[in-house]
């Protein structure tokens, strides 16, 4: 029985629609060709590249891009930054009165960010110097500055300095040296690899010393009854750890509770770590910032350094100098002796290499420009003890307010802890109800940023934590 073709209107659509889908396919396979019954495609992950011939009716069978699931299908919705998650929820608050405590970020009383006017100049000195240039900083960065920085910590007359027992690398600000610290310590350090780090503590730190390849464990720090330092357990805790342990020590005003053991309490804790042979590792984000004062702030780790003993030390220029986004900081390390310090830098080296080659320029030469010039620094000194008393006037302005209010409860812990932030007190509920009816926005533990606080916000935010204070008694 004869076939006749089909009309010539019939076969000219038919090749559109073949054209049509053909080109769609052309988006994702290499070498596509057809005809109205067969289609010869070749794919682009193979290689070498092979063609296959199919019949026009398996067309929509073959798989493409556009097609197939995304390799990144099964991958969750993380939930926000416990921390910066604050300042995304208040951005989308269209409240008027609204108020941000959460991110450790100095504000001026009128509420805007700052940059010191010895920034500012210091920047104008590097801008004016045309033999400045954009060429990769070694390694450990800045030599300058890592000199500067160590002496800054340690003391101008420290014996580790005077020995050369100390080598700094300058590191991404706080975060990235004790990123740094821990991966050197995990591929290196003799003892155990197991970090003890206090209750609580910055919300990254378990993050950074695990993917820096530590264990992480706690010891007590934070006595929630008398909402100062749990002392005694802090002791009973580190001499029970391991011989040999690393442990995470707040240089100065502990985040997020403000509670800093005193002079006599850090020697007793000097005697718990070196009887058990642990390495401290010190954490100084507020040298300067706490109490006003660079040596009252550094007294921790001199304290220690002064012994002879090793240790690490993680700084920061976020707070104290303001370089929030310039992420400066330095990671030292004290060692026994000067050859053992080289061999230390060698491999620090090693370290940084593969983890972002070398540092930035911009921010540690502003640090070394002040740091370096007599008439800078003391200026400096002066900015940042005004940041300092700044915030110790929103302590006592936020007492005195819930004082006059009779706010149930005792609130001298408010005055009594020191730095950045208060360890306010009030749980998840209260900080909850504060949110919804305030707009005053805050980390779910509680804790406040003083420096983000001013004369105009402290009635409002008295008014709330009154609020939540009576609801929950009432309850």
């Not at 007294?299 to 002879?308: E, I, N, P, Q």
């Not at 030469?365 to 008439?375: F, H, R």
């Not at 002066?382 to 915030?391: P, W």
């Not at 409860?409 to 109800?433: S, Y």
Request: hydrophobic share 35%; net charge neutral; with cysteine.
């Amino acid at each position: 029985m004869l076939q006749h073709p089909p009309p010539p209107q019939l076969q000219q659509q038919e090749q559109q629609q073949v054209s049509r889908r053909l080109h769609r396919l052309s988006h994702h396979l290499l070498l596509v060709s057809g005809s109205s019954d067969h289609f010869r495609f070749a794919s682009q992950t193979n290689h070498p590249l092979e063609c296959y011939t199919a019949p026009m009716a398996h067309l929509d069978a073959v798989p493409t891009s556009a097609t197939v699931l995304s390799a990144f299908e099964p991958i969750e919705q993380a939930p926000e930054d416990s921390i910066l998650g604050v300042t995304v929820a208040y951005n989308k608050d269209p409240s008027p009165v609204k108020v941000n405590l959460g991110v450790g970020a100095y504000r001026t009383e009128e509420g805007r960010p700052l940059v010191l006017n010895v920034v500012r100049r210091a920047e104008e000195i590097l801008l004016k110097d045309t033999s400045r240039i954009k060429e990769y900083l070694p390694i450990t960065g800045n030599a300058e500055f890592n000199k500067l920085s160590a002496k800054l910590i340690l003391g101008s007359d420290s014996p580790a300095i005077r020995e050369r027992r100390v080598t700094t690398a300058q590191c991404l600000s706080g975060t990235g040296s004790l990123r740094v610290g821990a991966e050197f310590l995990s591929k290196h350090y003799k003892g155990q690899h197991t970090i003890f780090i206090p209750v609580p503590t910055w919300g990254n730190h378990p993050k950074v010393f695990t993917l820096g390849g530590l264990n992480v464990k706690t010891y007590r720090y934070y006595d929630p009854r008398t909402r100062g330092l749990d002392y005694e357990g802090m002791l009973d805790d580190l001499k029970a750890a391991p011989t040999s342990s690393v442990v995470l020590l707040h240089a100065c005003a502990h985040n997020p509770t403000g509670v800093d053991p005193t002079p006599e309490q850090w020697e007793g804790i000097r005697h718990a770590v070196r009887s058990k042979n642990l390495l401290p590792f010190f954490d100084s984000a507020y040298q300067g910032f706490a109490s006003g004062s660079l040596d009252a702030d550094a007294y921790s780790v001199r304290l220690f350094v002064a012994d002879g003993g090793e240790c690490l030390v993680a700084q920061s220029y976020a707070k104290n100098m303001g370089l929030y986004g310039e992420r400066v900081g330095a990671l030292s390390i004290i060692c026994r002796s000067e050859d053992v310090a080289t061999r230390v830098e060698s491999q620090l080296k090693l370290v940084i290499r593969p983890m972002y080659s070398n540092p930035p320029r911009h921010g540690a030469s502003i640090v070394a420009t002040i740091l370096g010039s007599g008439e800078l620094y003391s200026d400096w000194t002066v900015e940042l003890k005004n940041m300092a008393d700044r915030i110790i006037s929103m302590r006592h302005q936020l007492f005195d307010a819930l004082k006059a209010r009779g706010t149930p409860g005792d609130w001298t812990h408010i005055i009594k802890q020191i730095g950045m932030f208060t360890f306010t007190g009030l749980n998840t509920e209260q900080v909850r109800f504060m949110t919804k009816e305030y707009h005053i926005y805050m980390t779910l533990d509680g804790r406040i940023s003083m420096a983000g606080l001013s004369s105009k916000t402290v009635p409002h935010l008295a008014d709330a934590i009154h609020a939540a204070v009576l609801l929950q008694a009432r309850q």
